[in-house]
């Protein structure tokens, strides 16, 4: 047990120790050369692929799991939700729908301007509407256990750099346009940055996540 409560601690250790780097290299470049720093933090720049690789890299973590899960015939609901919410995540930083359609999906103005074909719009709806509800109704139906597993989660500190960098997340898109109209700071600078906090965290926390049957794997 000695081994793993290590590897454990090391997780919250390691993604203290990227965020304070990062932080630090962004802050220096943005005393150093303004213009360089929002270079940097643009909507699609450097600071906004590195968070979609990072979120990608998390789900491919999180995806042995389940897929190891899924082949004895079970899957932990928080793996579930976490994965499609880091999924949902790489597609709005990526922009598809505006990369597709010109426009946010999202938006009234594409589901009823007649310059988007109706199918188009249809599948749009369908996904808008149907996969978050598809996620709510599974998170429903296995709330108990989710709320066991989360719990569980806080309890090591791979959980706890998960739960602060969703947080993270959270109150950066809450407080997203303040952010952006702090003076003598590139407009996208401080989301960008906080974004990139949070998606180092997930990563860390997702390379830290133990098997969810820990003495299973040690039989084989």
Request: charged share 15%; no cysteine; proline share 6%.
């Given at each position: 047990?000695?081994?793993?409560?290590?590897?454990?601690?090391?997780?919250e250790?390691?993604?203290?120790?990227?965020?304070?780097?990062?932080?630090a290299?962004?802050?220096l470049?943005?005393v150093?050369?303004?213009?360089?720093a929002h270079?940097?933090?643009?909507?699609?720049?450097?600071?906004?692929?590195?968070?979609?690789?990072?979120?990608?890299?998390?789900?491919?973590?999180?995806?042995?799991?389940?897929?190891r899960?899924?082949?004895?015939?079970?899957r932990?609901?928080l793996?579930?939700?976490?994965?499609?919410?880091?999924?949902?995540?790489?597609?709005?930083?990526?922009?598809?729908?505006?990369?597709?359609f010109?426009?946010?999906?999202?938006s009234t103005?594409?589901?009823?301007?007649?310059?988007?074909?109706?199918?188009w719009?249809?599948?749009?709806?369908?996904?808008?509407?149907?996969?978050?509800?598809?996620?709510?109704?599974?998170?429903?139906?296995?709330?108990?256990?989710?709320?066991?597993?989360?719990?569980?989660?806080?309890?090591?500190?791979?959980?706890?750099?998960?739960?602060?960098?969703?947080?993270?997340?959270?109150?950066?898109?809450?407080?997203?346009?303040?952010?952006?109209?702090?003076?003598?700071?590139?407009?996208?600078?401080?989301?960008?940055?906080?974004?990139?906090?949070a998606?180092?965290?997930?990563?860390?926390?997702?390379a830290?996540?133990?098997?969810?049957?820990?003495?299973?794997s040690?039989?084989?």
């Amino acid at each position: 047990m000695l081994p793993q409560r290590r590897a454990w601690f090391g997780a919250e250790t390691l993604a203290a120790g990227l965020v304070l780097g990062a932080v630090a290299v962004l802050s220096l470049i943005l005393v150093v050369n303004p213009p360089l720093a929002h270079w940097l933090t643009i909507e699609d720049g450097v600071v906004e692929w590195l968070q979609v690789t990072l979120d990608a890299a998390a789900v491919a973590l999180i995806g042995r799991h389940l897929v190891r899960d899924n082949a004895e015939g079970e899957r932990s609901p928080l793996d579930v939700l976490t994965v499609a919410a880091l999924i949902g995540l790489i597609i709005g930083e990526l922009d598809v729908d505006r990369w597709l359609f010109g426009t946010k999906v999202i938006s009234t103005a594409f589901f009823f301007k007649a310059k988007y074909a109706l199918p188009w719009r249809l599948l749009a709806a369908l996904v808008v509407v149907g996969v978050p509800a598809a996620v709510g109704i599974y998170a429903l139906r296995h709330v108990r256990t989710l709320w066991r597993e989360g719990w569980s989660a806080l309890g090591q500190p791979w959980g706890r750099v998960l739960a602060a960098s969703a947080v993270i997340l959270v109150l950066t898109e809450l407080f997203e346009r303040p952010l952006g109209r702090v003076p003598g700071v590139p407009h996208f600078f401080l989301e960008e940055t906080l974004e990139l906090v949070a998606s180092i965290g997930i990563v860390v926390a997702a390379a830290a996540h133990p098997p969810s049957r820990p003495e299973r794997s040690a039989t084989l």
